[in-house]
């Protein structure tokens, strides 16, 4: 297993700082037991009664559903560990878990769903819109892209492979749309848009701002359905996040070109404006640049952080459904940041050197880390060919930038 090596290597070894209990998401007490509303809220409360949950010699900490787990496990300086035990479990429990309410998610432009298992447990469903080996047309715009729901499971693996660990879980499903969508949901906007095709398959299109009608519907075969199943972070009510707008955000226009488009110089101002005057939020972002790079990104216009955690935390690679689009040609220009600021991690830039070796290879470690999907094969093998392209040219940005 080339990945199994990969994870070996003393640059994937390198310690995160000590965790202090300021340093994490929350604070629990291993004391604490815990067990569900009777009430069918989704609330975990401090309970007496939990007494009976726990087997002898366990702590509560061990009758967690793997969600709370993982919520609990978030600290100021990763999103999951990089030998996490919970990985495969949580993957496992979103891939197989029965579904007992789907909900349209509000807001954003494309349809997407929110899954609930019988542990409380959540799940942001995004549907299947096209087929692995359809590119986007070249004629189309970023902001009017279809959004993959395999790209959001590519992303996921590569951003564990690049060693971020900003993305949370996300695994491939087939969803039966009658039993797990149809028949259980409580959303009646949504309810009201199902019908039968033509040729007897179950289709659905929900409410939206972009692909919500009847030509976008998203029908079965005859009701089962592709889709990606990401993990939900803590609710906002709990863990406040704040969302920043990205200082080489695109301009969202057919016509106009965005500052950062205009300017060469354009990175020296940013250096001087908060957040990104001290600290390492620039190169953070930086990093942010290279996943999308290598994924064919464009639409990285917001990113998050955890509130809590300040101006000195990683951000959160949200929404990577526009990635892996197009795999003949990749855009230079989401590499700006890097190229004008000429600034990058030092282990960000080992570690993608290693990368671009052959015992290791990128593509390899990501056809890997996908055969164990339950939808695999999840890309198109010219998608993982173009990856080693793509390292190659970020490689040669970052030495165009030390010869200089």
């Known amino acids: 297993s080339k990945l199994a090596a990969l994870f070996e290597h003393p640059l994937y070894k390198i310690p995160i700082p000590e965790v202090t209990e300021k340093d994490k998401l929350f604070i629990v007490n291993p004391m604490e037991k815990f067990s569900l509303h009777s009430n069918e809220s989704d609330e975990w409360v401090s309970s ?44 496992r429990d979103l891939a197989t878990q029965r579904i007992i309410s789907s909900v349209q998610k509000s807001g954003g432009t494309q349809l997407k769903l929110i899954m609930t298992f019988p542990n409380y447990g959540q799940a942001l469903f995004k549907p299947m819109k096209q087929t692995r080996d359809q590119e986007t047309p070249i004629d189309f715009f970023y902001f009017s892209d279809f959004e993959r729901h395999n ?42 848009t199902f019908f039968i095709s033509p040729v007897g398959n179950i289709c659905f299109y929900g409410e939206c701002s972009y692909y919500c009608s009847t030509e976008h519907a998203l029908c079965g075969k005859p009701d089962q359905l592709e889709g990606s199943m990401a993990a939900l972070l803590p609710d906002k009510t709990l863990a406040k996040r704040r969302s920043w707008r990205s200082p080489w955000r695109r301009s969202y226009h057919k016509s106009k070109k965005a500052e950062w488009e205009l300017n060469p110089n354009y990175c020296a101002q940013v250096r001087e404006t908060p957040p990104y005057d001290r600290g390492h939020r620039l190169l953070d972002l930086i990093d942010m640049t290279v996943l999308d790079f290598l ?43 890097l190229q004008q600021c000429c600034s990058i991690k030092k282990s960000t830039y080992l570690r993608l050197q290693l990368l671009a070796t052959q015992p290791y290879r990128l593509s390899d470690l990501l056809r890997e880390a996908l055969a164990a999907d339950p939808l695999a094969p999840v890309l198109a093998e010219p998608h993982l060919r173009a990856l080693d392209r793509r390292l190659g040219k970020v490689l040669a940005v970052v030495g165009y930038c030390l010869a200089r």
Do not use: C
Not at 51 to 80: Q, S, V
Not at 299 to 306: L, V
């Open 48 to 91: 007496s009664k939990a007494e009976t949950l726990l087997p002898t010699g366990k702590t509560a900490y061990d009758t967690y559903p793997t969600w709370l787990k993982f919520h609990i496990g978030i600290n100021r300086y990763e999103l999951y560990p990089r030998q996490d035990p919970l990985l495969p479990m949580l993957l």
């Open 151 to 192: 790209a959001e499971i590519a992303a996921f693996h590569l951003d564990r492979i690049l060693d971020f660990r900003r993305i949370p879980p996300v695994s491939g499903r087939l969803v039966n749309i009658t039993k797990e969508i149809r028949d259980i949901t409580t959303d009646k906007k949504l309810a009201k």
């Open 295 to 337: 994924m064919g990104n464009m639409d990285r216009h917001h990113y998050e952080t955890f509130e809590k955690f300040g101006n000195d935390t990683f951000l959160l690679h949200l929404d990577n459904g526009r990635g892996f689009g197009t795999h003949s040609r990749d855009e230079p220009s989401i590499l700006a940041p």
